[in-house]
Nanobody, 125 residues
Framework: QVQLVESGGGLVQPGGSLRLSCVAS????????ICWFRQAPGKEREGVSG????????YYADSVKGRFTISRDNAKNTVYLEMNRLKSEDTAVYHC??????????????????WGKGTLVTVSS
């Protein structure tokens, strides 16, 4: 059974930082790419970032480029999302998702094979 479990969310002040983790079981990150999505109340789901299993290529939404960094530790079967200079508009539930083969339309979400349940990030003073 495949499971993706996110952690690391919480309340942080604007300008602060958080690191999210996505631990995978039932699949190996040697063969699956991982992406992060977020959904704020009343808004559409947004593809935030992705990392390819094949060559480690990384992808970012324009809204987070330069502030967020995605990385992976295959030995721990874990992907991280380092989020810096957080803004109130970053407030959302963050989900990680896995896909066997990374595709250009990854950010649409519907191509993902597996999803985690999410972790809440709240940016507020």
């Amino acid at each position: 059974q495949v499971q993706l479990v996110e952690s690391g969310g919480g309340l942080v002040q604007p300008g602060g930082s958080l690191r999210l983790s996505c631990v995978a079981s039932g699949i190996t990150l040697d063969y699956y790419s991982i992406c992060w999505f977020r959904q704020a109340p009343g808004k559409e789901r947004e593809g935030v970032s992705g990392i390819s299993s094949s060559d480690g290529s990384t992808y970012y939404a324009d809204s987070v480029k330069g502030r967020f960094t995605i990385s992976r530790d295959n030995a721990k079967n874990t992907v991280y999302l380092e989020m810096n200079r957080l803004k109130s508009e970053d407030t959302a539930v963050y989900h990680c998702a896995a896909i066997k083969v990374m595709v250009p339309e990854w950010y649409l979400g519907y191509v993902m094979d597996y999803w985690g349940k999410g972790t809440l990030v709240t940016v507020s003073s």
